[in-house]
């Protein structure tokens, strides 16, 4: 008998260090955001995004906002800077995010709210599928939708900046 080799979907988890700045991502897939949730079988999603800072003394201030789905750490040159709906300390490949409330996936009658949810602008849940449409005329059914979103908002010490090249990573959990 022939044995068949098992098949894995998605990529491998990225090594150690992956949140630095020094790591070499010229292999990573290049996307523009915002990431389509088209594909729920996810486990961790990896984001790295480059910037200059030619005289980072005259920064004040750095603010990042994120919408997400499961739980979210934010990383500046290596640095944990912030999470959200994750646990304290250390966090694997594996962690889990904290678990969504029931209402969150069903109705007011238990029906399943199984909806394309694909970040967008076209409603107010930020999807242009007609039946996520249809769901936010529910005003109850909306709410329920709305709470898979979750937010992560935090002031990033100007501090952690370095002159030249900067890298803010961003690793997202699914609950």
């Excluded at 988890?13 to 955001?33: E, K, Y």
């Excluded at 002159?163 to 690793?171: I, P, Q, R, Y």
Aim: proline share 8%.
């Amino acid at each position: 008998t022939v044995k068949q080799a098992a098949r894995i979907l998605g990529s491998p988890f990225p090594p150690q260090g992956w949140q630095q700045s020094a790591f070499n991502d010229l292999d990573w897939v290049r996307h523009r955001g915002p990431l389509p949730n088209v594909y729920r079988s996810l486990a961790l999603v990896c984001l790295r995004g480059k910037f200059q800072a030619p005289d980072p003394a005259r920064v004040k201030e750095l603010k990042l906002s994120l919408k997400f789905q499961g739980g979210a750490i934010a990383y500046l040159n290596g640095k944990e800077v912030g999470r959200a709906s994750l646990p304290p300390g250390a966090v694997t490949h594996e962690t889990l995010a904290e678990e969504y409330p029931y209402e969150t996936f069903v109705d007011a009658k238990n029906g399943l709210l199984n909806l394309p949810y694909v970040y967008g602008i076209s409603t107010p849940l930020g999807s242009s599928d007609p039946r996520a449409e249809a769901a936010c005329r529910d005003a109850e059914k909306a709410k329920r939708i709305k709470q898979r979103l979750r937010t992560l908002d935090v002031t990033i010490p100007a501090g952690l900046l370095k002159k030249g090249l900067n890298v803010l990573a961003v690793e997202i959990h699914r609950a």
